[in-house]
Every structure is written in structure tokens, then in C-alpha cells.
């Protein structure tokens, strides 16, 4: 015999007479357990939503009402900004692809721009595209040139050569410069380094790599090799970087003396 059994008379004794009656013990004590289960569960989530309520009440009283919540994930900026030196040597087994210089140049249409008119146009040069071409045409380390930077086996060989559309000009070369940091910030979040070059023989890459616009600046993007230290110096001493025992050293002026 089947008998309906409301677990409310499981514990009464019309609960129990019922049990032996059907001989279907086991079939209410799963119906028993049932009812615990998500009576328990019921509770839980009741105290989980207090203990949510309460830890968001204590940090508004803490922080004051309608602040945002940072949550870090990942590099601060000042992580980001530190680690983006400038590297004049490279990790050769490490083959930088063109898939990666795409993700850095996908920066730049998130950028500020002068009156927004993106004149701005990247060639991508990897290993087995045209890299030699730049790297035999540029110079690195000026300010150290008993050096003859790069030494050999350490050479760059991804860049992005960049151009404008437009001839250049003031608002040209901010766009340019917005467009170079963050690239090179980007780099450093994907574990890669570069450099900034100025110093290039325009006529020859323009010639050499066919390009539509003259170059006006060239990025190196590769895995750095270089220990490089920040240090701090006051607005009066030298500025030009140096290398003693294996670390290339950068003097940096103190926030102090940069604010006037
Ligand atoms: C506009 C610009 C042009 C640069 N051109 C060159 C260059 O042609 N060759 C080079 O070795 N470094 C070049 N650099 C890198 C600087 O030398 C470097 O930024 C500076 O020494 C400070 O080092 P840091 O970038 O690690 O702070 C250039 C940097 C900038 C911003």
C-alpha cells in the first residue's frame, strides 16, 4: 500500500504508525532527508546574504557610500610604467610574431587623437619580414657609442615603422607619442619590451619597405635582455644613462623637482 506522508507527521505518532503500516520506511526517510537538505540550504543562504550585506555596509562605512570598488587584476600602471625601459638587447630564441605586434598596434584606435583624425599608419616588420631592412638603418645607444650598441646576437627583430597620412606637424608628433607609449605599455603587459627610435635612415626604410607615407618613428618590440635600474638624480646633474657592472643605469628626475 502507498500512503501519502507529509514530512510534518513523520515525528507524530500517527507519522510512525503510518511508517509500519505502508512498510515503506526507507522511501520516508529519503523524503526526511530531502526536507533537511533544503531546509539547511534555505539557512545557508540566508546567512551568506547577511555576511554579503554586512561586509558591503562595513565598507561603505568604512569608505563612505557610492565609491568605486577597485578590484586588481593584473599590472598597476606603475608596475606597467617601470618595467617599460628602453632595451638595446634581445632574446633572439624568442621569435616575436606578427600576431603579437597586431595585439600592440590594437592600441591605437583606443586613443586620443588631434581634432580624432588617426593619421597615423603602422607598418609590422618581423624576422621573416623585412626586419633586417630596418635594423641595418637605425641607430641605438648614442649616448654610449664605445659600445656600438647592440651587441652582436642581442639584435631587435620585430619593429612597427610608423607613419602618417598626413605631412608632420605639432599635433602629428603628440598623436605619435600617445601612440608609442601605450604600444610599448602594451608590450610590457605581454611580457615583452622595446624601444623607442628616433635615430633612422628615413630615406632608405621608406625606399627599402615600399611604404606609402614617410616614416616617422620606428618601435623595436622583442623579448629584453637587459638589466636596467631607474635612479634618481636632481634636475642640475648629468641625465644620460650609463652601464656599470652589467646594469644600464637611468637617471630620473625626482616628482619633487618636476612639480613647479
Ligand atoms: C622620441 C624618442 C626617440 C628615441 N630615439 C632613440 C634612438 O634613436 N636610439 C636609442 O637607442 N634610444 C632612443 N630613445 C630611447 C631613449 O634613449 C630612452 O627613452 C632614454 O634613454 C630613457 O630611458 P628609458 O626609456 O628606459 O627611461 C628614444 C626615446 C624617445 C622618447
Given at each position: 500500500m502507498?500512503c501519502?506522508?507529509s514530512?510534518?507527521?513523520?515525528?507524530?505518532?500517527?507519522?510512525?504508525?503510518?511508517?509500519?503500516?505502508s512498510?515503506?520506511?526507507?522511501?520516508?526517510?529519503?523524503v526526511?532527508?530531502a526536507?533537511?537538505?533544503?531546509?539547511?540550504l534555505?539557512i545557508?543562504?540566508?546567512?551568506?546574504?547577511?555576511?554579503?550585506?554586512?561586509?558591503?555596509?562595513?565598507?561603505?562605512?568604512?569608505?563612505g557610500?557610492?565609491?568605486?570598488?577597485?578590484?586588481r587584476?593584473?599590472?598597476?600602471?606603475d608596475?606597467?610604467?617601470?618595467?617599460?625601459?628602453?632595451?638595446?638587447?634581445?632574446n633572439?630564441?624568442?621569435v616575436v610574431k606578427?600576431?603579437?605586434?597586431?595585439r600592440?598596434v590594437?592600441?591605437c584606435?583606443?586613443?586620443?587623437?588631434?581634432?580624432?583624425?588617426?593619421v597615423l599608419?603602422f607598418?609590422l616588420l618581423?624576422r621573416?619580414?623585412?626586419?633586417?631592412?630596418?635594423?641595418?638603418?637605425?641607430?641605438?645607444g648614442?649616448a654610449?657609442?664605445?659600445?656600438?650598441l647592440?651587441?652582436?646576437?642581442?639584435?631587435?627583430?620585430a619593429?612597427?615603422?610608423?607613419?602618417s597620412?598626413?605631412?608632420?606637424?605639432?599635433?602629428?608628433?603628440?598623436?605619435?607619442?600617445?601612440a608609442?607609449?601605450?604600444m610599448l605599455?602594451k608590450?610590457?603587459?605581454?611580457?615583452?619590451?622595446?624601444?623607442?627610435?628616433?635615430a633612422?635612415?628615413?630615406?632608405?626604410i621608406?625606399?627599402?619597405?615600399?611604404?606609402?607615407?614617410?616614416?616617422l618613428m620606428?618601435?623595436?618590440?622583442g623579448?629584453?635582455?637587459?638589466?636596467?635600474?631607474?635612479?634618481?638624480?636632481?634636475?642640475?646633474e648629468?641625465?644620460a644613462?650609463?652601464r656599470k657592472?652589467?646594469?644600464?643605469?637611468?637617471?630620473k628626475?625626482?616628482?619633487k623637482?618636476?612639480?613647479?
Amino acid at each position: 500500500m502507498l500512503c501519502r506522508v507529509s514530512p510534518l507527521d513523520i515525528g507524530g505518532e500517527r507519522g510512525v504508525r503510518m511508517i509500519i503500516e505502508s512498510g515503506k520506511l526507507k522511501n520516508v526517510c529519503l523524503v526526511q532527508m530531502a526536507f533537511n537538505l533544503i531546509l539547511y540550504l534555505c539557512i545557508f543562504k540566508k546567512y551568506l546574504s547577511m555576511a554579503d550585506n554586512y561586509l558591503e555596509k562595513r565598507y561603505e562605512e568604512v569608505f563612505g557610500a557610492g565609491r568605486t570598488k577597485v578590484k586588481r587584476v593584473g599590472h598597476t600602471l606603475d608596475e606597467l610604467l617601470t618595467r617599460n625601459r628602453s632595451y638595446r638587447g634581445y632574446n633572439k630564441n624568442y621569435v616575436v610574431k606578427r600576431e603579437e605586434l597586431e595585439r600592440i598596434v590594437g592600441v591605437c584606435n583606443k586613443l586620443p587623437s588631434a581634432r580624432n583624425q588617426q593619421v597615423l599608419r603602422f607598418r609590422l616588420l618581423t624576422r621573416d619580414t623585412g626586419a633586417d631592412i630596418v635594423l641595418h638603418n637605425i641607430k641605438l645607444g648614442a649616448a654610449l657609442p664605445e659600445l656600438h650598441l647592440p651587441f652582436p646576437g642581442t639584435e631587435p627583430e620585430a619593429f612597427i615603422v610608423i607613419c602618417s597620412t598626413v605631412p608632420e606637424n605639432k599635433m602629428v608628433d603628440i598623436d605619435l607619442g600617445i601612440a608609442m607609449q601605450s604600444m610599448l605599455l602594451k608590450a610590457v603587459e605581454m611580457g615583452l619590451n622595446g624601444i623607442v627610435i628616433g635615430a633612422f635612415n628615413k630615406g632608405e626604410i621608406e625606399r627599402a619597405l615600399e611604404l606609402p607615407y614617410e616614416p616617422l618613428m620606428i618601435v623595436a618590440i622583442g623579448k629584453g635582455t637587459e638589466k636596467i635600474e631607474l635612479t634618481t638624480i636632481a634636475p642640475d646633474e648629468s641625465h644620460a644613462y650609463y652601464r656599470k657592472e652589467g646594469i644600464h643605469y637611468v637617471p630620473k628626475v625626482s616628482v619633487k623637482d618636476l612639480i613647479i
